[in-house]
């Protein structure tokens, strides 16, 4: 299947810095790229989805502002977590689904579990 | 996309066949049945995916029930390693996925 890579897998930051997280498709363009969050024993939470050159849409409930969204290029998105505090502690997932004929499946990244002070 | 009803969790001996069914009775004629695992930690794991026909990879094997108001997923000979949150998700195949609560699969030795 197709590989998607997350960076780093691991952060833990002081409140109110920004972290910046990376997901790379690594064999394949991803037109689409979705992010999601996890808190512990509960399922993964869709946060935005963002097409190749466009803005993101965010699901009701999160702040654009606060989880800013770029996806520059057919194999790179970026989340930055701004302004950190303890209650964006989560583990973080990126997806990425491709061009046709792949555009039905989703493939996630490894995660980023984030720790904040 | 349609609603899924998965049991909180199952046992299965290693060895055994583990069967995961999935219940989508709100399907409707373009909606596909995908399966994804996570591991403890990890991000979802794709699985196996179909539409109306049964399905078989080195993976697993999906059987649709031919109303396809359910599924089973059944993974051949369980492993150790196949303890996992199963999740079963039905959805058109431009939308996002989203995730239920799924099923927690417990591989016994």
Known sequence: ?117 | DAKTTQPPSMDCAEGRAANLPCNHSTISGNEYVYWYRQIHSQGPQYIIHGLKNNETNEMASLIITEDRKSSTLILPHATLRDTAVYYCIVRVAANDMRFGAGTRLTVKP
């Open chain 1, 1 to 117: 299947g197709a590989v998607v890579s997350q960076h780093p897998s691991r952060v833990i930051c002081k409140s109110g810095t920004s972290v910046k997280i990376e997901c790379r498709s690594l064999d394949f363009q991803a037109t689409t790229m979705f992010w999601y969050r996890q808190f512990p024993k509960q399922s993964l939470m869709l946060m935005a989805t963002s097409n190749e050159g466009s803005k993101a849409t965010y699901e009701q409930g999160v702040e654009k502002d606060k989880f800013l969204i770029n996806h520059a290029s057919l194999t790179l998105s970026t989340l930055t977590v701004t302004s950190a505090h303890p209650e964006d502690s989560s583990f973080y997932i990126c997806s990425a689904r491709g061009r046709p004929p792949s555009t039905d499946t989703q493939y996630f990244g490894p995660g980023t579990r984030l720790t904040v002070l």
